[in-house]
Antibody
């Protein structure tokens, strides 16, 4: 059973870079059947897809965030990471990492979520 | 199109049938998937593809897709089905993920 766990600071100052890491266990990280993605949810609001990465390193980002996002992988540690630059209060959200099944493009396993607050 | 539209609130009497809908141009080419989210929890995949349920999802959940509309139907709604439901699909290019705005289901 695949498990995902987000880690990183829960408080980030405005204009700085938000950095989160997702650690994957369960053995599917290097499979070509899956992508790995980030999703966020501002308090009291809906889900927003941030981006995804494939085992080859190819990425796709939400066009509305593309200029500020970078997603990378560390195959040796079964981790993938999110960097979101120049944050503002509008980036305050619960950030989820999840496994994206390639055949149907659905998120079938999710981390528990990490609340990140942007505040000085 | 880059949008999926859902009714913000939906209600159903206990034991009755409810349909939650999702509209968007991308649904002409791609199946919708559906996620259930309860307060304080991560979303849970409940339906995907052409009426496929992940392991452990009760068979009172079913899905359908027609043209630009997808539906999640709960037949015999239970108190534990009260949650927010989000539809999702690929965008028209096939590379991006879209989420609907969510539907809050109340079981009366």
């Amino acid at each position: 059973q695949t498990q995902l766990q987000e880690s990183g600071p829960g408080l980030v100052k405005p204009s700085e870079t938000l950095s989160l890491t997702c650690t994957v266990s369960g053995g599917s990280f290097s499979s070509d059947l899956y992508y790995w993605g980030w999703i966020r949810q501002p308090p009291g609001k809906g889900l927003e897809w941030i981006g995804r990465i494939y085992y080859s390193g190819s990425t796709y980002y939400n066009p509305s965030l593309k200029s500020r996002i970078s997603i990378s992988m560390d195959m040796s540690n079964s981790q993938f990471s999110l960097n979101l630059s120049s944050v503002t209060a509008a980036d305050t959200a619960v950030y989820y990492c999840a496994r994206l099944r390639g055949s149907y493009y659905v998120f079938d396993f999710w981390g528990q979520g990490k609340l990140v607050i942007v505040s000085s | 199109s880059s949008e999926l539209t859902q009714d913000p609130t939906v209600s159903v009497a206990l034991g009755q049938t409810v349909r939650i809908t999702c509209q968007g141009d991308s649904l002409r080419g791609y199946f919708a998937s559906w996620y259930q989210q309860k307060p304080g929890q991560a979303p849970l995949l409940v339906m995907y593809g052409k009426d496929k349920r992940p392991s452990g999802i009760p068979d009172r959940f079913s899905g359908s897709n027609s043209g630009t509309t997808a539906s999640l139907t709960i037949t015999g709604a239970q108190p534990e089905d009260e949650a927010d439901y989000y539809c999702s699909s690929r965008d028209s290019s096939g590379n991006y993920v879209l989420f609907g705005g969510g539907s809050k289901l109340t079981v009366l």
